[in-house]
């Protein structure tokens, strides 16, 4: 059917106001599973350091009766440190910008400010996924923490012909061969972890290796009760010989091109901060306003031994 004549419709008229809803949406990941789990710590100086020790292998240990007491061998301490990255995020609004009415949000720096700090977090999350050795930095380069692959050196699992980095923060393991994860690997790594010392509480993985290890074959009883109609899809803690570890997936590191799974006992390391966050306000040079997002900090990878690391995952 047609319209009437002389109907006089939307698509004629004018002055409609416009329909924009006062919400705005994102539904960008903002979590940072690792960031969030290791504890905060202070550091005093852009080269942070900490001291490492370890126990003496047990061996036999049987005294004659009334024997002089022999002074047994005593090994020092020994430092590990990592340097300080100074990670920020700059935001600028036009002062016509920060007058108008703008939907969603009364004030636009306070929005831009949450936005960047969420960013921020994430770049952190980033810096300790991605294989990056420590710098010492200078005058034109900037420096760098070691990240988490260039610590671990004692437990892992890597594909062939590939190898763990030597454990100071100053080198990247060695790449080799890409595989599927299975339960036999994570089975021996985590075995390796406990033999060190470790107990391990997380295991962070991208998120398709986290359905991976939903696969696995001890995921056997899946069913919950009938009248519930659920079937349980997921594992979320792996109940390993040596304990029970959380299994977290870290969208962070969909985003990276490391192939790699982290075990970590969350205490044994830890977020260094030598400037906490911070809004700076920067010089005003015009019709503008200027802020910096800003925090210095550093991984304290407390000992390498109490985590693992498995190389060259097919994700």
């Known amino acids: 059917m047609a319209q009437p004549t002389n ?9 409609i106001r416009e329909d924009l809803t006062d919400v705005i949406y994102n539904i960008s990941p903002e979590d940072t599973p690792i960031l969030s789990a290791i504890p905060r710590t ?12 370890a126990l003496a292998a047990p061996a036999a240990n049987s005294v004659i009766e009334g024997d002089d007491a022999t002074i047994d061998a005593m090994v020092a ?4 440190f990592n340097f300080t990255q100074i990670q920020d995020k700059v935001i600028a609004l036009s002062g016509t910008q920060s007058s108008v009415d ?29 294989g990056t050795v420590q710098e010492a930095g200078d005058a034109t380069d900037a420096r760098d923490l070691g990240s988490l692959p260039t610590w671990i050196k004692t437990n892992g699992d890597a594909g062939t012909n590939g190898s763990l980095s030597t454990g100071s923060g100053t080198d990247l393991p060695n790449s080799g061969t890409d595989r599927d994860l ?3 690997i994570l089975k021996t790594v985590i075995q390796e972890v406990y033999t060190s010392g470790g107990d391990l509480d997380l295991l962070v993985v991208p998120p398709s290796v986290k359905q991976v290890i939903s696969g696995f074959n001890a ?18 803690v792996y ?13 962070v590191m969909a985003t990276t091109d490391e192939k790699l799974c982290l075990l970590l006992q969350s205490d044994m390391a830890a977020a260094a901060y030598l400037r906490d966050f911070q809004v700076v306000d920067l010089a005003k040079t015009g019709d503008s306003e ?7 900090w550093t991984l304290e990878m407390r000992n390498e031994a109490a985590h693992g690391i498995i190389l060259d995952i097919n994700q």
């Open 7 to 15: 109907l006089y419709d939307t698509f004629d008229t004018t002055g």
């Open 42 to 53: 202070a550091a005093k100086g852009t080269k942070h350091e900490w001291q490492l020790d």
């Open 77 to 80: 301490t020994t430092r590990a």
């Open 102 to 130: 703008a939907a969603g949000r009364a004030d636009e720096m306070a929005y831009q400010i949450a936005k960047k700090s969420k960013e921020l977090k994430k770049d952190m999350e980033f810096a300790l996924i991605k």
């Open 182 to 184: 299975t339960e036999t």
């Open 219 to 236: 995921n056997t009883t899946r069913f919950g009760p009938a009248e519930k109609k659920v079937e349980y899809a997921a594992i979320d």
């Open 239 to 251: 109940s390993s010989d040596f304990g029970d570890i959380q299994v977290v997936p870290n969208r």
């Open 290 to 296: 200027k802020k910096q997002l800003l925090c210095e």
